[in-house]
């Protein structure tokens, strides 16, 4: 039973640029939820995708989109990258909004 | 504004020894807790807590919640060097899941 898989594992942009980071929840889970997690800091929650809709959303700004696929992947967009969103980001799956969430490896974003 | 609070911020101990890890929080709407252990990337689930006052146990680890003093701790007892890694808690409103800034346990032989 394949756990939580996110791509690409590392990435590297430049300021202004666009980027794309894709989650594949846990089998049997339907929820996806999305975190920044800077540097010796908690993930902070951007927003969470259940039936392929953005159903809850933190402090972020609408640089930070997503999209859920019919089969429960999700895919994280940010634009106009700034130095500041250099970070780890996290993919967590659940069943429902408020159950246990299993997080994924993870994609780190580095913006120069 | 919903916040959550760790304490110590890092913690160093002897294999053997028996750590207690703190987590308080100021939430409008709780519906739960849960600890994660982190170690390179990944958070890994620990437990999920709902109701007051009701240990939950996973071999060496334990945990209880007080949602009246709005405060959970987690037990580590006869650590090892594996149990080296940050301890996160987070807790669920019903709209967003906040962690803390977690606390880093560093177990020496």
């Excluded at chain 1, 800077?38 to 930070?64: K, M, T, V």
Aim: net charge neutral; hydrophobic share 30%.
């Amino acid at each position: 039973d394949a756990g939580v898989t996110q791509s690409p594992t590392h990435l590297i942009k430049t300021r202004g640029q666009q980027v794309t980071l894709r989650c594949s929840p846990k089998s049997g889970h339907d929820t996806v939820s999305w975190y920044q997690q800077a540097l010796g800091q908690g993930p902070q929650f951007i927003f969470q995708y259940y039936e392929e809709e953005e159903r809850q959303r933190g402090n972020f700004p609408d640089r930070f989109s997503g999209h859920q696929f019919p089969n429960y992947s999700s895919e994280l967009n940010v634009n106009a990258l700034l130095l500041g969103d250099s970070a780890l980001y996290l993919c967590a799956s659940s069943f429902g909004s408020g159950g246990e969430q299993y997080f994924g490896p993870g994609t780190r974003l580095t913006v120069t | 504004e919903d916040k959550v609070v760790q304490s110590p911020l890092s913690l160093v101990v002897h294999e053997g020894d028996t750590v207690t890890l703190n987590c308080s929080y100021e939430v409008t709407n709780f519906r739960s807790l849960l600890w994660y252990k982190q170690e390179k990337k990944a958070p890994t689930f620990l437990f999920m807590l709902t109701s007051s006052g009701i240990e939950k146990k996973s071999g060496r680890l334990s945990s209880i919640l007080d949602k009246k003093e709005l405060f959970s701790i987690l037990n580590i007892t006869a650590t090892q060097t594996g149990d080296s890694a940050v301890y996160l808690c987070a807790f669920y409103t019903g709209n967003q899941f906040y962690f803390g800034t977690g606390t880093s346990l560093t177990v020496i032989p």
